[in-house]
C-alpha cells in the first residue's frame, strides 16, 4: 500500500521536506538569537548608562572612536569657545516642548574642535525673540564636561531637519555636517554637557544606535516566528499529500476506484445518449438492434 512513497515524486518531495525543515528551523533560531542579542545589549546599555552618570569623566582622547560601550560615558575637553560659529539646531523636543539646541565649536589643543551642545531652549530658533536668550560662551579657556554621543545621521531619533536651513543653524550634529561650515578639523564626536548656563536646559544623552529595542529588534522576533511558521506548514503539507495518497492506495485495494464521467461514457447529451443519431445505446447501436430483433421475432 506505502509503495508509492518509492516513486520518483516522492522522492523528490521528501528530499525537499528533508531539506526545507531543518533550514527554516535555522533561519528561526538565528532570527531568535538576533532577537535576544539586542535585548542583552539593551539591557547592559541600560546598566552602562546608569554607571556613566556616576562615573568619574575621562579624557576625550581615551574615550574615541565612539562606539556603544563609550557612548553617553562622561567625557572631558579643555580649548576655548569659537564664538563665530555658534550654531543652532532647530526642531529638539524635550520634556514634549519644542525648541533647538545650542551647539558651540570648542578648539582643542589637539588641532580638531569638538561640538558641545550647551544647552536647549524652548522656542523656535528662527525667531529673534527666542534667540535673543541665547547665553554667550565663555571666554577663555575652558574645560568642558558633559556626555560623549555618536555622530548623527539624518535617521537618527530626534532629526527632524537636515539640508536647506538659513545661515547659522545646523540639522544634523556630525562631522559631515560640520565640515563645509567651519575652516578647521572636528572630531567625529560631540558632547552634551551635563550642567548648562541659564536659561539653557542641559540635554540628556542619547542612546546608542543600533542598542535598544527598536523596530529592528521587532522585526527579528516577527521573522522568526515566520520561520517556525513555515517549517510547521512543511510538515502540514507533507502528511495531507501522504494522506491522500494512503486513501487512494487503500480504495484500489479495496476495488473502489472513481468511474468515468458522463461525458466520458457518452451520457444523456452524448452521442451515443437518447438524442444521439444511435439511439438510446452506445455509439455502435447494438442495444437498440437486439431490441428490434426481438420485438421482429415476437411477431
Known sequence: MYRFLLTPRWWGINVFVVLA??????????????????????????????????ADAAPLSGLLPVSTET?????????????????????????????????????????????VVRGWLPGDAGSGDDTAKVPAPPAGE?????????????????V??????????????????????????????????????????????????????????????GYTGEWFVFAGFVVFMWFRLYRREVEAARDVALGI?????????????GPGGPAGPDGPSGADGSDGARRNRSQAEAV
Open 21 to 54: 525543515i531543518p533550514v527554516c528551523l535555522f533561519m528561526g533560531s538565528w532570527q531568535l538569537s538576533r532577537f535576544e542579542t539586542r535585548v542583552d545589549t539593551h539591557r547592559d546599555r541600560q546598566t552602562q548608562a546608569d554607571e556613566a552618570r556616576t
Open 160 to 221: 527632524r531637519t537636515s539640508g536647506g536651513l538659513p545661515q547659522g543653524q545646523l540639522g544634523v550634529i556630525s562631522a559631515a555636517s560640520l565640515v563645509n561650515l567651519v575652516p578647521y578639523g572636528v572630531y567625529d564626536a560631540w558632547i552634551t554637557v551635563s550642567e548648562a548656563t541659564a536659561p539653557l536646559t542641559a540635554v540628556p544623552p542619547a542612546a546608542a544606535p543600533n542598542s535598544g529595542l527598536d523596530l529592528k529588534a521587532f522585526q527579528n522576533l
Open 257 to 269: 476506484t472513481p468511474g468515468p464521467s458522463d461525458e466520458d461514457r457518452g451520457g444523456p447529451e
Open 71 to 115: 557612548s553617553g560615558r562622561r567625557a572631558t575637553a579643555t580649548g576655548r569657545y569659537d564664538t563665530g560659529h555658534q550654531l543652532l539646531v532647530p526642531d529638539r523636543d524635550l520634556d514634549s516642548r519644542k525648541g533647538f539646541y545650542v551647539l558651540t565649536m570648542l578648539r582643542t589643543d589637539g588641532g580638531k574642535a569638538l561640538p
Open 142 to 158: 575652558v574645560t568642558v564636561t558633559g556626555a560623549l554621543q555618536a555622530s548623527e545621521s539624518p535617521s537618527s531619533k530626534g
